[in-house]
């Protein structure tokens, strides 16, 4: 791809997630992410054949730019399993005091689109959650917490949680109330599974 197509390219992306996170997939049109970029449908067209097609682009680069910055953030991470869930439960404390702060734009995103199942953007945002969940399930292994993989999901779903009910009460609260949940899971004996399992 020539350098004025990747230029052009990244262009489109970026109005596209500035318009997708602010406003919402269904409430963007395509005339209005062509305006945003300064470029004509039909330049817009030429890069990408649908608004689904687009919608996709964005996930993936934004995928993994996510990851780049938890796993930077992970990075910072240390000490025990409990210390991990303090931090990482306080930063979303912090992040969520952001103005004009939505959430999870893949969350958003996936529930936006709850009636298509087949969308590749909810293959994308489910690939998405799994990176951050497996790296999460790797810095509490590190740690030497007990049965990581099981206790990352447990958090991670307390995470998506206070996420959402943050944005539903408007109260940073139920970071802390979270946080409280994951260290008494960590505190908790690992879990025996049945003989057979």
């Known amino acids: 791809m020539p350098r004025s197509s990747e230029t052009t390219r990244k262009q489109i992306l970026d109005a596209a997630y500035k318009l997708f996170r602010r406003q919402g997939y269904s409430r963007v049109s395509i005339d209005e992410i062509a305006k945003a970029a300064k470029l004509t449908k039909k330049t817009l067209y030429y890069h990408f054949e649908s608004k689904d097609a687009l919608l996709a682009a ?29 931090a990482l439960f306080k930063d979303l404390q912090v992040w969520s005091d952001t103005p004009r702060w939505a959430g999870s734009g893949f969350t958003r995103l996936v529930i936006e689109l709850a009636d298509l199942p087949g969308h590749p953007a909810r293959k994308i945002a489910r690939r998405h959650k799994a990176g951050l969940e497996n790296h999460f399930a790797e810095l509490l292994a590190k740690s030497g917490a007990r049965a990581p993989k099981e206790a990352a999901r447990e958090i991670w779903l307390l995470s998506e949680g206070a996420i959402s009910l943050i944005l539903v009460h408007g109260d940073r609260g139920y970071a802390a109330a979270a946080a409280k949940a994951a260290r008494k899971l960590l505190a908790t004996p690992a879990r025996i599974p049945p003989r057979g399992k």
């Not at 993936?60 to 399993?81: I, M, N, T, V, W």
């Open 58 to 86: 964005v996930l993936e680069a934004q995928s993994e730019l996510a990851l780049e910055a938890f796993r930077s953030f992970a990075g910072e991470l240390k000490g025990s399993p409990a210390a991990i869930v303090d």
